[in-house]
């Protein structure tokens, strides 16, 4: 965008070119409003120094595909012209079904942030999407989601998160994520995340889970993997989106990234020796287990028996860790699980 140009006169350049596909998106979203009675989607997004790549994701939430929602923002004291920009982009949207609530942020971290955010969500919450502060939405993306957790009855807990395209806007290479190669659970979630938090959409009787949950989840190392483990322990229906939900830009202040290079295999195998991974599996159970009144039976019984088996010596862990039934999804990642065992490191 040009220093000149306001963001009024921007959002209204943005309207303009999304004319031609007006009509498709407003039958989509009266289905909508019919099908949810008319609730309002929140999304949640945390700050922290994101000015310089904040502007196209602020675009590109006006392409989502529905007419109303809320953009939660907690801040998280960011030094740069973030807060700026978005009360800029506030006041352009003006009165109309679309706003902007900004709040303080816990200066813990982003995770923290994520669960201030799930935390402070109304007692009875409609659908709730998760947004990062430097992506760019792919058209329709919210009213997709919606659509797959329509399909469910509203009293059941339902999630759904999509694929993406890892972006590097200085070369324009996009890589799509990998797929799924087996289906997403409890057991997995134990041991890895597959659920990206920048896709992950929840309906109202999952968002209500999330925040009973997110007092009691302290000290987690991410937030998308901490929702991953407690959905599916909680039995919500999982729908996953293979189509891609957002272009995921690649930078250096990513908090995670994609890690897909040779250097980022090579830190990950480190950390794990080094005892990281087991340090942030253990940052994760603990805040399930403060949560497990919330978790089915069955899954209550599988994290116990995951943080017994990690208490043992080598040949108990292996048996107990292979009783409990845990996977990653592809080859090469088991491989890696059941070699930290082995070595004590998960």
């Avoid at 352009?92 to 200066?107: D, F, K, S, W």
């Avoid at 971290?109 to 947004?131: C, K, R």
């Avoid at 979630?189 to 209500?208: C, D, K, P």
């Avoid at 491989?335 to 065992?341: D, K, R, S, Y």
Wanted: aromatic residues 8%; hydrophobic residues 45%; contains cysteine.
């Amino acid at each position: 965008m040009k220093e000149e140009c306001t963001w009024a006169e921007f959002l209204s350049g943005v309207r303009s070119r999304l004319v031609k596909g007006a009509q498709g998106r407003i039958r989509g979203n009266r289905a909508f409003r019919s099908a949810t009675g008319g609730m309002s989607m929140l999304i949640l997004m945390g700050l922290r120094n994101g000015a310089k790549h904040l502007e196209p994701q602020l675009a590109s939430l006006l392409t989502c595909g529905l007419d109303a929602w809320e953009l939660r923002v907690s801040d998280d004291r960011s030094r740069d012209a973030g807060p700026q920009i978005l009360e800029g982009f506030a006041t352009a949207l003006g009165n109309g079904p679309r706003r902007v609530l900004m709040t303080e942020g816990p200066g813990r971290g982003f995770a923290a942030n994520y669960m201030q955010l799930l935390a402070n969500l109304p007692e009875v919450p409609g659908p709730v999407a998760l947004a990062d502060q430097d992506d760019i939405w792919l058209p329709d993306r919210l009213a997709r989601a919606l659509r797959r957790l329509n399909r469910v009855p509203g009293r059941l807990p339902a999630f759904t998160f999509a694929a993406r395209l890892d972006w590097d806007p200085e070369t324009g290479r996009m890589t799509p994520s990998a797929r799924m190669k087996r289906r997403p659970g409890f057991a997995n979630a134990l041991v890895e995340n597959i659920a990206f938090g920048n896709t992950i959409v929840m309906n109202g009787a999952a968002a209500r889970l999330a925040r009973q949950a997110a007092p009691l989840a302290q000290g987690i190392y991410a937030h998308d993997w901490f929702l991953y483990q407690l959905l599916t322990g909680a039995g919500a229906l999982c729908l996953p989106e293979p189509r891609p939900a957002l272009l995921y830009r690649q930078h250096g202040g990513n908090a995670i990234g994609a890690g897909g290079g040779p250097m980022d295999w090579f830190e990950r195998k480190l950390g794990v020796l080094q005892g990281l991974y087991a340090l942030r599996v253990d940052a994760q159970l603990t805040a399930l287990e403060r949560c497990q009144h919330l978790l089915l039976p069955e899954n209550r019984a599988l994290l116990a028996l995951f943080r017994r088996g990690r208490a043992q010596g080598p040949v108990g862990r292996l048996r107990k860790l292979r009783e409990a039934g845990l996977y990653r999804q592809g080859w090469q990642g088991n491989l890696g699980f059941w070699g930290a065992a082995i070595l004590g490191k998960v």
